[in-house]
């Protein structure tokens, strides 16, 4: 994939707005990852640096393995009778890694009807009409690779305390170094980040190294139930909510094992289908690198990469989303392998 340009106009818009500032909100989506966490709380320790009061407020709660990147008062949960006066008083609101103005859970209503000028800074593709300063750039590694943009233009000196969660975003939504937006000007970022202080065996060590037995149990199970079709170039596995309850598991203790669907010789898609309502399912597709998704996820209001999509399927009953999802795969797997065929004729 071609690496995109920085689009220094927006970054710059970015930057004048949050100098500007005085009292700025940064939030991220629900169940922040470490790219969602680690921009937002690097983005609230330059703001502070600079004299800003900043705040970081989730509408959900975090996973356990990310809570090592902030320290106390640094990440708050939403609570509508705290958090929704602050909202209002605050003169910027900026989300990081958004990925779809839904996935502000509970806080998209406040942010929608909160006075403050928007900032959406994002490498994923949705519409963010939402936002009145927008720097989202498709293609970019990560959002912390596009938040480090905005930090220099600020002159923002790159602190430990603020290279640690941007390289924390950056080394986990790069698959460690690994994923097709794996570009130089990544890695040099990471190199950057490694000198002002990050560690990286540490920040591994914390994202990668905490599973629980139970956890992994899980993962084993997902891993033997995943179901092999299209003479084994497509793979799905569906989580019911017995399953859930049979383990005693949140559904984001599923999610890891979409990670894993691309590491099968001659997989070129896979979906998780994992049950939240009699009628309402969250599925998360990744490509090989040949089947664009975004069509597929935009078709169900979703978004994401073109590798890597995520979508919520309302009004379907469970048993009958796959019969929705996987033929529409199983074409795209056909329609890549005629291309491929006519180009080698050609
Ligand atoms: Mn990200």
């Known amino acids: 994939m071609p ?17 500007a500032s005085r009292d700025v909100v940064v939030t991220s989506h629900i169940t922040p990852d470490a790219d969602g966490i680690g921009t937002a709380i690097a983005l ?9 009061r900043a705040r970081m407020i989730s509408c959900s709660t975090a996973p356990k393995e990310v809570s090592f990147l902030w320290r106390p008062g640094e990440f708050e949960v ?23 103005t839904h996935r502000l859970g509970r806080m998209e209503v406040p942010v929608r009807e909160a006075p403050g000028s928007k900032i959406v800074i994002d490498h994923h593709a949705y519409a963010e009409e939402l936002f009145d300063t927008p720097l989202v750039v498709m293609g970019a590694s990560s959002s912390a690779e596009v938040v480090s943009w905005v930090l220099d233009e600020l002159g923002v000196p790159i602190s430990p305390e603020i290279a640690t969660p941007l390289y924390a975003g950056l080394a986990a939504d790069t698959g460690w170094f690994a994923y097709d937006a794996t570009s130089c000007r990544a890695l040099t970022l990471a190199a950057r980040l490694v000198a002002a202080g990050a560690l990286p065996n540490v920040i591994w060590r914390e994202l990668e190294c905490k599973k629980s037995i139970l956890k992994m149990r899980v993962f084993g199970e997902l891993l033997a139930n995943l179901k092999v079709e299209h003479a084994g170039r497509l793979v799905h596995v569906k989580v019911d909510r017995q399953f859930l309850k049979k383990h005693q598991v949140e ?8 990670n894993h669907f691309m590491r099968m010789d001659g997989v070129e898609a896979g979906a998780l289908f994992l049950q939240l309502g009699s009628d309402k399912t969250k599925v998360s597709v990744r490509s090989a690198g ?4 975004l069509p597929l996820a935009k078709s169900f209001g979703g978004g994401g990469h073109r590798f890597a999509v995520g979508f919520t399927a309302d009004h379907i009953a469970f048993d009958e989303i796959t019969s929705r999802v996987l033929p529409v795969l ?4 056909e329609v890549a392998d005629e291309a491929e065929k006519q180009a080698t004729i050609a």
């Open 78 to 100: 939403w609570q509508q009778d705290i958090h929704a006066p602050q909202l209002k008083d605050a003169d910027v609101i900026v989300a990081t890694d958004l990925g779809g």
């Open 290 to 293: 040949r089947i664009d998704l």
């Open 44 to 52: 609230i320790r330059a703001l502070r640096s600079l004299g800003k």
């Open 3 to 19: 690496v995109p340009d920085i689009p220094h106009d927006q970054v710059r818009a970015v930057a004048r707005r949050l100098l």
């Open 251 to 258: 559904p984001r203790d599923t999610f890891e094992v979409v």
């Open 330 to 333: 199983a074409r795209e797997i």
